[in-house]
């Protein structure tokens, strides 16, 4: 079955470290999206890659880094920079360019600075 | 400032009635719109979208309903059913550099009792 597969599901991280979330994708889809879900919030965008070895930041990437080194991986970085980073994560694909067929997203990473 | 706004955070409904969630956004460039069903961490589901020159979707027991003038939409569930009890986003997009960037508005959780 194709999907977005995102690991590990639940991440626990020390103050001042990085910490790398994975997404995988089998689906495909050129471009790939990592959202950031706090409660009461809607989904806010990190980054975006629309092709290969290119990505684009997005409303809040500042603390992030991303890579696309190949179509169907994303991993997003979390470095000590990024103050609050307590929140579920969430990564998505989608066919570049065509709004019609909406995003399939990943089951979420839940991510706990401690 | 919020681009698309869901002002209601929770909406509960017998089971059987209707189930209306409403959406509001503030930017004309938006052309294209969007519904997702999120269960608890788990990823959003693709529930059903509307282009900019319709003014009505409809697919089984979900309709959505588009107002360009008043830049409001709205979804129908009809009849609700107790696994219809989710937050459901509301999405607008416009084109940006070849590709759709949704926005998200805050979600709104619906509830339907039997």
């Known amino acids: 079955d194709g999907g977005i597969t995102q690991s590990p599901k639940y991440l626990f991280r020390k103050e001042g470290q990085n910490v790398t979330l994975s997404c995988e994708q089998n689906?495909?889809?050129?471009?790939m999206y990592w959202y950031r879900q706090d409660p009461g919030q809607g989904l806010r965008l990190i980054y975006y890659?629309?092709?290969?070895?290119?990505?684009q930041k997005g409303d809040i990437a500042e603390g992030y880094s991303v890579s696309r080194e190949k179509k169907e991986s994303f991993p997003l970085t979390v470095t000590s920079a990024q103050k609050n980073p307590t929140a579920f994560y969430l990564c998505?694909?989608?066919?570049?360019?065509?709004?019609?067929?909406?995003?399939?997203f990943g089951s979420g990473t839940r991510l706990t600075v401690v | 400032d919020q681009q698309v706004k869901q002002n209601s955070p929770s909406l509960s409904v017998q089971e059987g009635r209707i189930s209306i969630l409403n959406c509001d956004y503030t930017?004309?460039?938006?052309?294209?719109f969007l519904w997702y069903k999120k269960y608890p961490a788990e990823g959003p589901t693709f529930l059903i979208s509307i282009s900019s020159i319709k003014d009505k979707n409809e697919d089984g027991r979900f309709t959505v309903f588009l107002n360009k003038s008043a830049k409001h939409l709205s979804l129908h569930i009809v009849p609700s059913q107790p696994g219809d009890s989710a937050v459901y986003f509301c999405a607008a997009s416009a084109r940006t550099g070849g590709s759709y960037i949704p926005t998200f508005g805050r979600g709104t959780s619906l509830i339907v009792h039997p």
């Open positions: 930017n004309s460039m938006f052309d294209y």
């Open positions: 689906l495909n889809h050129d471009a």
């Open positions: 890659s629309q092709i290969v070895n290119d990505f």
């Open positions: 998505a694909s989608t066919i570049g360019g065509a709004a019609s067929y909406g995003y399939t």
